[in-house]
């Protein structure tokens, strides 16, 4: 049992789960919907999970001229996107937004992409480390649990 929870520590922090900083650099993603490639370029800014999610789908939905849904699952932090006809993929080395997504290959082009790893800049996992480091040391030092 820890002293204190993952939750806790990021409130005592002030940091925020699903802390994403979209800049030139990481904010395209190049998609193919229905046999169309095209850029699909989200808007530079500082967005919570769900919110980038909801900027995704924005960028998506004016690129290809469709109604998708894109979802952000705060417990894997993964996006899915789903698209209502025909199949959508994402090619990776021409996204500079990829990594950001969670994307480190190529979907299968399908209704719906899933990230194949947690998208990289959630701040939790540091927060995690640095919480059971110091956690480890106090019951050491108390030699208590």
Same mark, same amino acid.
């Given at each position: 049992?820890?002293?204190?929870?993952?939750?806790?520590?990021?409130?005592f922090?002030?940091?925020?789960?699903?802390?994403?900083?979209?800049?030139?650099?990481?904010?395209?993603?190049?998609?193919?919907?229905?046999?169309?490639?095209?850029d699909?370029d989200?808007?530079?800014?500082?967005?919570?999970?769900? /919110?980038?999610? @909801? $900027? +995704?789908?924005?960028?998506? %939905?004016? =690129?290809f001229?469709?109604?998708? !849904?894109?979802?952000?699952?705060s417990?894997?932090?993964?996006?899915?996107?789903?698209?209502?006809?025909?199949?959508?993929?994402?090619?990776?080395?021409?996204?500079?937004?990829?990594?950001?997504?969670?994307?480190t290959? /190529?979907?299968? @082009? $399908? +209704?719906s992409?899933?990230? %194949?790893? =947690?998208?990289?800049?959630?701040? !939790?996992?540091?927060?995690?480390?640095?919480?059971?480091?110091?956690?480890?040391?106090?019951?050491?030092?108390?030699?208590?649990?």
């Amino acid at each position: 049992m820890s002293i204190i929870s993952l939750t806790e520590a990021l409130d005592f922090l002030d940091v925020g789960t699903g802390y994403f900083e979209i800049t030139a650099e990481n904010d395209v993603l190049n998609m193919t919907y229905n046999s169309v490639t095209s850029d699909v370029d989200v808007p530079d800014g500082t967005y919570e999970g769900d /919110d980038l999610a @909801a $900027a +995704l789908e924005t960028a998506i %939905d004016s =690129a290809f001229s469709i109604t998708s !849904t894109v979802a952000y699952n705060s417990s894997t932090y993964k996006f899915t996107i789903t698209v209502l006809a025909n199949t959508i993929t994402i090619d990776v080395s021409a996204s500079d937004g990829a990594l950001t997504f969670g994307f480190t290959s /190529d979907p299968t @082009a $399908a +209704l719906s992409i899933v990230s %194949d790893q =947690a998208a990289t800049e959630d701040p !939790t996992a540091p927060v995690q480390v640095i919480l059971d480091g110091v956690d480890a040391f106090v019951k050491g030092y108390c030699r208590r649990d």
